[in-house]
């Protein structure tokens, strides 16, 4: 059984990871506007990856008998001043997703909620690729600087990325 507290924890939760589709969703935007293709699709494909982990909490707390209720949220940041720029605001935010899930994680461990450890175990793991896989891409983007043909061609590389959700 949930306790108040860790109930509205995991939603907020839920909704934070709709708003991180809606973050992404603008970074993909910008990145189109700049005829980026390859780098709006990562993004796109993240903010697919984002309402589908919004998705694990909604149907976690139904089949935990909790109500999952829907709230409002700012509007994301939409003004970047380069590529990098946009993967970097990424990586804070994911920063600040993994934080927020340890907050989670410190919540259920207190109230020796198992079965919630236990589903918040998965995301753990996932903000550990999150931040490596924005790592790696800031690596590289700080790499190539300015050179447009390495641009282009990690344009081409990421407009591959495709999302399949785990079965």
Known sequence: MLSEKLHKALNEQMNYEFFSAHAYLAMAAYCTDQAYDGFANFFLVQAEEERFHAMKFYTFLSDMGYR???????????????????????????????RR?????????????????????????EQVEEEAS??????????????????????????????????
């Open 68 to 98: 999952a209720t829907i709230d409002g949220f700012e509007n994301p940041h939409n003004n970047f001043s380069s590529v990098l720029d946009s993967f970097e605001k990424a990586l804070a935010h994911e920063k600040e997703v993994t």
């Open 101 to 125: 899930i340890y907050n989670l994680m410190d919540i259920a461990l207190d109230e020796r909620e198992h079965a919630t450890t236990a589903f918040l175990k998965w995301f753990i793991d």
């Open 134 to 167: 924005f790592d790696t891409l800031i690596a590289k983007l700080r790499r190539i600087e300015n050179d447009s043909n390495a641009i282009f061609m990690l344009d081409a590389e990421l407009a591959n990325r495709t999302f399949t959700p785990e079965a």
